[in-house]
């Protein structure tokens, strides 16, 4: 068990790597009672296209690690959920484009719940039937997010943004990809990405980190895995421009939804050096479309943004890209305010003053997350996986200056790279 003390964070963090592996991370709360776990793959909707070294290139359906997701809680003799709260946890999961995390909060019976949670990642059962079964759960969940206006303008600017990258193509895929999914492909996809080798557990709270790391250690001798290779994941090229300068889907909404962003150009980033550009340009995000921003107030007033109106960068080694949007009754205005202005903030770059007052904001709201098992715990593991540390952003934001957001705004404003995405009424 070794151990990494961050003074300034008043945290240590302890680590092990089991002979598997597997990867097992700790951070005591002596003073909180309540334990929060993840028990992440580093295996998410884009990995459609891979080849485990020494084996087959292999190409599955769309959404089958999020249909794999939901198949890991079924068991022989019955559904885990009941499991934990028969322990008093709370368990979850959730698919991203990148990972597929598993989860538990508990105040009691931690081992036990512990216990539980790696055991039923570790022990996949899949039948036709029960596959079969799944199939019609799932296409009713995507026809709901069909139907979801906030669902459909995010995806709609994902896929005007991206036309090869697997990004663009929806989490759970689509109703047809889905029906070809067997208990066959979901074993290959198990046994390719949820070895413990492509796996990391982290455990946040009350909790113990000697007996977390004997509990595991025991728990994992106790199963055998072979050694395996390395995972290539394969993409086809994406260009570097946009699939689409507008897209419009309509739906039922009292007021459109209007979504829009630019595609980066720079892709192959990872460990300090994405950890560097996220943390930037979500700085210039927010100097630019923050709710304290002039502009902001300036397209409030317009009466052509509500309080629905907000932003985020999502980023990976392949790709990266920014969404700004929400409710408009206007879009073609809207959009035509936002590069007008934008335009000459382009010109003039931000000033000194907003830059130190948005930069105190995101330090201050990085460290109120400390406080937060399960924020730690998502954040950490999303770090982690991409080669960051979750506990090194404050002296990457301390170190960032106005020359480098001012640098990022005019570098990522880029009107070619820019996709606009709408929702309105038929």
Known sequence: ???????????TLYYEKMDNGLQVYVLPKPAFKKAYATFATKYGSVDNHFRVEGGEETQVPD??????????????EGDIFATFASNGASANAFTSFDQTVYLFSATENIETNLSTLVDFVQRPYFTDENVDKEKGIIGQEINMYADNPDWRVYFGLIEALYSKHPVHIDIAGTVESISTITKETLYSCYNAFYHPSNMLLFVVGGVEPERVFSLIRDNQNAKSYGKQGQIERIFEQEPAEVAEKWKECKLAVSMPKCLFGFKEKTSGLTGTDAV?????T?????????????????????DLISDSFSHEFNSSPQYAFSAVGGDTKDPGKL?????????????????????ERARKKKIGGYLRMLNSPENIAH??????????????VLPVYESLTLEDVNERLREHIDWEQMSVSLVVSP
């Not at 035509?336 to 907003?354: C, M, P, Q």
């Not at 593991?381 to 080669?387: A, D, L, M, P, S």
């Open 276 to 280: 560097r550009r996220d943390l930037t």
């Open 379 to 392: 954040e950490f593991t999303r770090y982690q996986f991409r080669g960051g540390d979750l506990f090194e």
């Open 63 to 76: 959404g089958i690690a999020h249909f794999l997701e939901h198949k890991m809680f079924e068991e022989p």
């Open 335 to 355: 959009i035509a305010r936002i590069k007008e202005e934008v335009s000459a903030i382009l010109e003039s770059g931000f000033t000194a003053k907003d830059f």
């Open 1 to 11: 068990m070794e151990s990494k003390i961050y003074e300034r964070l008043q945290e």
């Open 282 to 302: 979500k700085l210039m995000l927010d100097l630019l479309f923050g709710s304290s921003t002039e502009l902001y107030q300036k397209l409030y007033n317009e």
